[in-house]
């Protein structure tokens, strides 16, 4: 069980480097279209040879919702983008990642999930500690020129988060929908790992050839291949550290806890990074707000 503890604050902590390239590129702004398609192709190469050598077979419905994942997950990373140049990057993480929750309700509505009353108390600390943490996320910037510039910037923030929250939790249903059709012989392994990721990075790919309908600007500035190496490593890295954690702590009868642990990391690392990094700071609302989506991420472990 504590192996697959391990596995699973690993994957949380490798995934704070895409968060780290989303919040580069919204302060340089760096083509994020160009970042997700050239590193979707990069992983549709590597993970080729298991099309050919391995016998996976997913359900067709398996593989729509997976492309479609990847294409919905593509927008979400823009959406973020657009967020964190109007505001703090490390809230807006932390509330996109809280979208696990929307996977967690179609379990419940559509495939016989249990939900117990302590369940349900952690959707309602966590919907709390949104409106916490959106209501008192963004602060004034020094030399503001007045308060209803700050209250528009305000505005703008929290509407890319709550629609990065929403688009995001969608692409998580839409993945999650492979692990209910595919067929038990070919769930387990790295080669049925990496056949989905290949699988899903399609879609982000197929976007960004259709990019330049709507992104004129190609510029792709100092630090995209930095951004571009960053995101692969990071996305192979998580994928397989998450998906062995899931098989381990399942194996154990604690698969229940194995999102909780990974996405607590997350949030706390990134927090600390933005910290560090970004010289953010945030108030004692917001603060209080990141607490109770940490108690509320627990108590959806039940």
Known sequence: MLAGILFQITAGIVWIGAGAVISHAAKKGLSLDFIQGMSALIIMVLTLPVFFFSNIKLHALSLGALVLSGVVNYICF???????????????????QSSFVMP????ICFFNVPCSPVRLAGLGVLLLSMFMMG?????AQEGEESEKKEHSRKSVWLFFTLLAFL???????????SSYFIKESSAAGLDAIYFRAGVNSTGPFLVFLL??????NSLRGKGTLGC???????TLITVGFLFAGLD????CGAGAIAYPVSLGSS???FLVYTAIRLKERLSLPALGGVILCFAGIVLLAF
């Open 248 to 251: 381990t702590l399942a194996a």
């Open 267 to 269: 949030i706390a690392g």
């Open 228 to 234: 571009i190496i960053m995101l692969t490593i990071c």
């Open 135 to 139: 209501k008192w996320g963004v602060t």
């Open 78 to 96: 823009i959406t973020a983008q657009k967020a964190m140049a109007k505001g703090p990057s490390g809230l807006t993480w932390a509330m996109m």
């Open 211 to 216: 990019s330049p309908l709507w992104n004129k």
């Open 104 to 107: 967690f309700l179609m379990g």
């Open 167 to 177: 688009v995001a939790g969608s692409s998580q249903c839409l993945c999650n929908l």
